[in-house]
T-cell receptor, first 116, second 109 residues
Framework: GAVVSQHPSRVICKSGTSVKIECRSL??????MFWYRQFPKQSLMLMAT?????????EQGVEKDKFLINHASLTLSTLTVTSAHPEDSSFYIC????????????FGPGTRLTVT | GQNIDQPTEMTATEGAIVQINCTYQ??????LFWYQQHAGEAPTFLSY????GLEEKGRFSSFLSRSKGYSYLLLKELQMKDSASYLC??????????FGAGTRLTVKP
């Protein structure tokens, strides 16, 4: 199957700082990328969907000014958590689909964010 | 709104068969997925159903009834490594995939 990578895998930052997480599709062009957040022992919650070259569509309750998503190329999307707070500590997972994929959606390995 | 429900936890014995149910109510339907997730890792794809019926893939099978808003994942010949969370997800319309809370399966010797 196709491969999606995320970087970094783990990050610790101080409250009030910003953190950028990268999501890359390594062997296909990702026309659509999805960002999920997962708190301990809970399921994945969709945060936003982004199509290459356009603005991301955010789910209700997700602050677009706090979680900045950029999908500038067909292989890269970034999520920037601005002015991070301890409650933003979570597991962030990206997922990607290509234009030729009928139903497949491939997940990255996730990024564990801890805000101190 | 939408609802995707599955049991929180299940326990089964090594070598046995277990069925994990999922019911859903969504504004549209464009396919149902089952994923396996080990703690601290990303989900891995198990199965996809868009038409009614049973899809079999090795030890894993998945069933869908669209009229009932119901699916199940059947795991046969359970192995200890099958201990994980199993996530039911529905693509309601377009590309958005939404997940249930997950079922934590524990396989005991």
């Amino acid at each position: 199957g196709a491969v999606v990578s995320q970087h970094p895998s783990r990050v610790i930052c101080k409250s009030g700082t910003s953190v950028k997480i990268e999501c890359r599709s390594l062997d296909f062009q990702a026309t659509t990328m999805f960002w999920y957040r997962q708190f301990p022992k809970q399921s994945l919650m969709l945060m936003a969907t982004s199509n290459e070259g356009s603005k991301a569509t955010y789910e209700q309750g997700v602050e677009k000014d706090k979680f900045l998503i950029n999908h500038a190329s067909l292989t890269l999307s970034t999520l920037t958590v601005t002015s991070a707070h301890p409650e933003d500590s979570s597991f962030y997972i990206c997922s990607a689909r290509g234009s030729t994929m009928v139903y497949e959606q491939y997940f990255g390995p996730g990024t564990r964010l801890t805000v101190t | 709104g939408q609802n995707i429900d599955q049991p929180t936890e299940m326990t089964a014995t090594e070598g046995a068969i277990v069925q994990i149910n999922c019911t859903y109510q969504t504004s549209g339907f464009n396919g149902l997925f089952w994923y396996q997730q080990h703690a601290g890792e990303a989900p891995t794809f198990l199965s996809y159903n868009v038409l009614d019926g049973l899809e079999e893939k090795g030890r894993f099978s998945s069933f869908l009834s669209r009229s009932k808003g119901y699916s199940y994942l059947l795991l046969k010949e359970l192995q200890m490594k099958d201990s994980a969370s199993y996530l039911c997800a529905v693509r309601d319309r377009g590309d958005d995939m939404r997940f249930g809370a997950g079922t934590r399966l524990t396989v005991k010797p």
